[in-house]
């Protein structure tokens, strides 16, 4: 029969009623293909999850694909919180791509207001109050809203939550569409579709390589598995599939319950990721297991830096780069500013004084100036800046040895018995036999916390602890695989691996069917079993964030040195203005005069200009004033100094000058053997 194709263009409501209404009929199944648009694909966490696991499997989806990016894990962090808050009994709503343009299109808009300036004030035309409201023609406009709609069609936000936003002709530019397969409740990536490249496997964003993704945490390959084992039997067994979720809820069941209920016959078998465990088998009968055994433990990890060729910049962020270079080149103005008149090495030609400035405001980096200060304002500044650069460099060589030092790949913890000790919150996979385990190891069921999902332990992981989170996962083998192929630069695997019995088909005790069904998943293992595998998995080696790292970065903010920043600029700015009002105030003669202001700053800029005349200062030499200075006369021979034996009496008249305006004191020099006395003038 050919297969026919059917696009649903629906809400979710209706969307439901209708595959509900198709599976009735027999439509999902061999000759029958199912796509579903954006609309409804975006928006599937609103579609009942019994509708999509009994009506849906096998559906085609498109959407808007929307990378990840640091600025979108740290919204969705920041969501997440926050929704647990307003609703803490609810299991949290994924955000969708909707909601992200909604928020970009705040972004966009408050940044065209920005960028408008405050040139004009909005006002709003009036409505005509005769004609009816309801009308939008007749409602109040801004008149400023032509040139904010053009401002905002020029706007382009790089780093959006959804990717690029842009508007071309007053449409939002198109972003690649994501090709999804619904698979369980969740949904397996299998392309994308791009107007150039049309369909592929690979999507090349800014240089960023993205992958398809079908790794979801309880994907179901068991009815693969449990179907390959069906055909390996000699006999044929007619079966139905029951899908039963496994969620968060209250009112979902676990896996102990299953086991329950097929005690009590109320299941004729289980197909699943069930467990083998001593409890379990006292209620049903296990096949062999066709996975793996064992579960470990999962723990962040720091990525190493130090092959960087730019590590030494990595310690300060960028904005406090800036803002330290900005203080330096600023503190050297305020010192030129206050040295500039009373110290000549802060004098010359204007290329030099530039190179003063900036010369010596870095050179206290190192504590390397020689340049000596003569203003006390300039001494107090300098006494300020220099204890905000100490602290600067001893906080940038701390973290700079930090990064250097610390070692790659560096988990939290390396023990099971660590977590233990350290008293951290441990989470599993909910209605997993993991939580049993960990009892009987000692740990504190208070610290239990279970999770359904990978992204759900991604985010439990990455907030910690201390922040709602937990310190470490512990699930088994198969998912902690699928996880780290996933999340494979964040995390890794620590301590010992625990064995356990692995994963089995469960039936009812003394079930026939069991031995048989045992040598049936033996034959499988031997043969179809990876083909299955990398059907649902794909290549557990490839790791979809290997061009995307989320890097978690140790770098100094300019948060943590605000209050330094703060001191030096009211200290540097306190005495500049200390320096103006007392030159003000030395020139006032010049601001009460009738000239233009024009005229008058020129006056105050050319005397700025001048070198200060000193010759008024006094002298600090003790010996000046009015009394008559004596001095001994030596001489010195050509091959050695020697004191003139009996030089011959001199007198010599010499005057100095007591820099006061006072009459000059004669000098008078006596010979070694007969000093005078020194003669006061009346």
């Known amino acids: 029969m050919q297969t026919r194709v059917f696009i649903v263009h629906l809400q979710s409501s209706l969307a439901s009623r209708l595959f509900f209404k198709a599976k009735e009929v027999g439509m999902m199944s061999n000759g029958y293909a199912w796509i579903i648009t954006d609309v409804l694909t975006s928006l599937l966490d609103l579609v009942d999850s019994s509708v ?74 009036k409505p005509d109050t005769r004609e009816n409201l309801t009308d939008l023609d007749a409602l109040g406009t801004s008149e400023l809203g032509s040139l904010l709609l053009d401002s905002m069609q020029n706007t382009v936000l790089k780093t959006a939550l959804s990717g690029e936003f842009r508007l071309i002709n007053g449409e939002l530019h198109p972003s690649p569409y994501q090709i999804v397969n619904i698979v369980g409740t969740g949904q397996k990536s ?90 379990r088998s006292k209620y049903v009968d296990f096949t062999l297991p066709f996975t793996e055994s064992g579960f470990s433990a999962v723990v962040p990890v720091k990525d190493d830096d130090r092959k960087s060729a730019w590590i030494f910049v990595k310690p300060l962020k960028r904005e406090l780069w800036m803002t330290t270079g900005a203080f330096f080149v600023f503190i050297g103005f305020v010192v030129w500013v206050l040295e500039h008149r009373v110290n000549k090495e802060f004098r010359g030609p204007k290329c030099k004084q530039v190179g003063m400035i900036l010369w010596f405001s870095f050179s206290t980096l190192v504590f390397a100036h020689r340049e000596r200060v003569t203003s006390n304002l300039t001494r107090f500044v300098l006494i300020v800046w220099v204890f905000v650069v100490l602290v600067l460099t001893s906080s940038y060589t701390a973290s700079l040895t930090s990064m250097l030092t610390a070692q790659k790949l560096q988990p939290t913890v390396t023990d099971l018995n660590d977590l233990i000790k350290n008293g951290e919150y441990v989470g599993y996979q909910k209605g997993s036999c993991v939580k049993d385990v960990l009892k009987g190891m000692q740990f504190d069921s208070s610290k239990f916390r279970s999770y359904s999902t990978l992204e759900e332990y991604n985010d439990a992981l990455s907030r910690g602890s201390k922040n709602g989170g937990v310190g470490a996962i512990v699930d088994e083998l198969p998912y902690l695989r699928l996880f ?122 050319k005397i700025f200009g001048e070198e200060k005349d ?66 006061h003038e009346n």
Request: glycine share 6%.
């Open 614 to 679: 000193n010759s008024n200062v006094k002298s600090e030499n003790p010996f000046e004033g009015n009394v008559r200075q004596t001095a001994t006369l030596f001489a010195a021979s050509e091959t050695f100094p020697e004191v003139l034996p009996n030089p011959p009496f001199q007198s010599l008249d010499i005057r100095i000058s007591d820099c006061l305006g006072a009459s000059p004191a004669p000098v008078v020099l006596f010979s070694t053997t007969e000093p005078g006395t020194p003669v």
């Open 190 to 279: 299998i392309g994308f579709w791009t107007e150039k490249d049309e369909i592929s496997y690979k999507l090349e964003i800014d240089g960023k390589t993205a992958k398809s993704n079908n790794k979801q945490l309880g994907a179901i390959i068991w009815p693969d598995v449990f179907k390959e084992v069906i055909q390996s039997l000699p006999y044929a067994v007619p079966y139905e599939f029951v899908p039963v979720p496994i969620t968060r809820s209250p009112n979902s069941p676990g896996y102990d319950d299953l086991a329950y209920k097929l005690f009590f016959e109320k299941h004729d078998a289980v197909i699943g990721d069930v467990t083998i465990s001593a409890n």
């Open 52 to 125: 999509i696991e009994l009506s849906m499997q096998g559906v085609l989806g498109v959407k808007s694909y929307v990378p990840r990016s640091n600025e979108l894990d740290m919204f969705t962090k920041r969501w997440r919180k926050r929704f647990r808050q307003v609703y803490p009994d609810m299991d949290p709503v994924e955000l969708n791509v909707f909601g992200l343009w909604a928020y970009d299109s705040i972004t966009a808009l408050a940044k065209a207001v920005v960028e408008m300036g405050s040139t004009a004030i909005p006002k709003l035309k």
């Open 484 to 605: 780290l192929n996933k999340y494979c630069r964040k995390y890794t695997m620590v301590g010992p691996t625990y064995k356990t019995a692995g994963f089995g088909f469960a039936f009812p005790k003394g079930s026939p069917l069991v031995p048989d069904v045992s040598r049936a998943v033996l034959k499988v293992m031997e043969g179809d079993m990876n083909n299955i595998i990398q059907k649902w998995f794909g290549n557990e080696t490839d790791c979809p964030q290997k061009d995307i790292m989320d890097i978690t970065s140790d770098s100094l903010t300019l948060d943590s040195f605000k209050g330094l920043f703060l001191i030096a600029g009211v200290s540097a700015g306190s005495a500049l203005l200390l320096f103006f009002l007392n030159f003000l105030y030395q020139n006032r003669e010049i601001l009460v005069t009738d000239d233009s202001i024009w005229k008058k700053f020129s006056a105050i800029a």
